[in-house]
């Protein structure tokens, strides 16, 4: 079984791909049991969060599993695989350990080291268990992964090198308001998880009076008793918005909750003389409506725009200090794979052991119908210890050879040697004899084991769109 990651991120798409591919809760299950449903796909967690949407899968090839995880999440977009291509990675077995990893430790996010992935992370493996996507595969990994973020905050102090995505975006929205939040009268649009941390983090930083809407008053009103705020109506917007000057606007609606209506509307009741109104748009789909930064009085900082300002910021050494732990979380992770994978060779070896051992008391039986059960008893005891004390040896050996770089060829040559019938419970790494035009550009890229086409000599992952994955055989 192979790792294949597969995504799209601030890095490598701009706000309007991120928002045709992004999965909201009530459409999780159904993409995960669609991406199940694929030939090459046993399991699956996906993440979709405003900065990126990844399908963390277990395929049984690498030219399948890229074809099947492409074509769902092009089916979800509704668009076609090749107008997806430009914007995804591919990331494959140690590479794709390797991107997890750094994910969870926030050394992948538009602000380095923060620390809400963590949380996302963990939602999305606990909505990839309740659906049962996730195998013994992304089990461990997503079990590490959070391990290893919660180490790297632990050990390090990359909370001092990354912010929240709140607290970044609030930093710079600060730069519109005379350099500081404080007393400036704030409004959350929205009580999910980032509107409650866009509540959280402007009570801190001294801002208000605050108030939180949201389509559903109940979850408003308890967020803001949480924080000495003030729940208001989605219906009278306008005029709320019209009293604050900043927003944190966090909504998982489908459509832009601050239109140009409600914001003109809004601007023709405010003073002008109060400064600008600073919009927050940290929600995907967007929450601000395309045209509304072109307001005379409206300053809008988007994902788009935070990506922008954000991208050369100082890497500080604690990042570097992260950077350690993950390869020397890799290599764990891969070591423990590695042993994973001998485990069905030696599992299969002890099963022919004993297979004949049967078939040859069976024989004793028939040939000596003299000897009492005592009798047949004890010699089996004995052949069986024989057995055991023989594969005792080789057994392990495979099992820490197999932990070493290459080690998958021990268990080869055992396979070999013994003739043993491993079983497959998934196809085989060909390409499917149907492919349709979508995703034949998908299906014709170079497999990244090893092979001489590993480089994609001939430019058909080029041709694809798609950036060379990184990995390789273990």
Known sequence: MKLLVVGASYRTAPVATLEQLAVPPADLTRTLDRLLAQPYVSEAVLVSTCNRVEVYAAVSGFHGGLGDICAVLAEHAGTAPPALAPHLYVHYDAAAVDHVFRVATGLDSMVVGEAQILGQLRDAYHW????????????????????????????????????????????????????????????????????????????????????????????????AESYGATAAPMAELTAT?????????????????????????????????????VLLDLAVP???????????????????????????????????????????????????????????????????????????????????????????????????????????????KVRQLAAEPGGDQYAALLRELFDLQVPQTS??????DVVTPDTAALLGVADPTGAPDAADPTGAFGAAGLTPPTGGAR
């Open 128 to 223: 990839a268990t309740g659906a049962d996507s996730a195998g013994r595969l992304l089990h461990e990994l997503m079990q590490q992964a959070l391990r290893v973020g919660k180490r790297a905050h632990a050990e390090t102090g990359i909370d001092r090198a990354g912010q929240s995505v709140v607290t970044a975006a609030l930093e710079l929205a600060a730069r519109h308001l005379d350099g500081d939040l404080a007393g400036r009268p704030a409004l959350v649009v929205g009580a999910g998880a980032m509107g409650s941390l866009g509540v959280a983090t402007l009570s801190r930083l001294g801002a208000g009076p605050l108030t939180v809407t949201n389509r559903g008053a109940d979850r408003a009103v308890r967020l």
């Open 241 to 277: 918005l019209s009293t604050v000057d900043i927003v944190v606007a966090a909504t998982a609606a489908t459509e832009p909750v601050l239109s140009h209506a409600v914001v003109t509307g809004a601007l023709a009741r405010r003073d002008p003389a109060r400064g600008p109104l």
């Open 286 to 396: 967007r929450d601000v409506e395309e045209g509304v930064a072109e307001l005379p009085g409206v300053e809008v900082i988007d994902i788009d725009r935070m990506a922008a300002l954000l991208a050369d910021g100082p890497v500080a050494a604690d990042a570097a200090a992260v950077e350690q732990i993950v390869v020397g979380e890799v290599e764990s992770f891969l070591t423990w794979l590695r042993g994973a994978d001998v485990a069905p060779t030696v599992a299969a070896l002890r099963g022919r052991a004993d297979d004949v051992v049967t078939a040859e008391l069976r024989r004793l039986t028939q040939r000596r119908p003299d000897l009492s059960d005592d009798q047949r008893a004890e010699v089996a005891r004995t052949v069986h210890r024989v057995v055991q004390r023989l594969l005792h040896q080789p057994t392990v």
């Open 427 to 432: 196809p085989v790494d060909t390409v499917p």
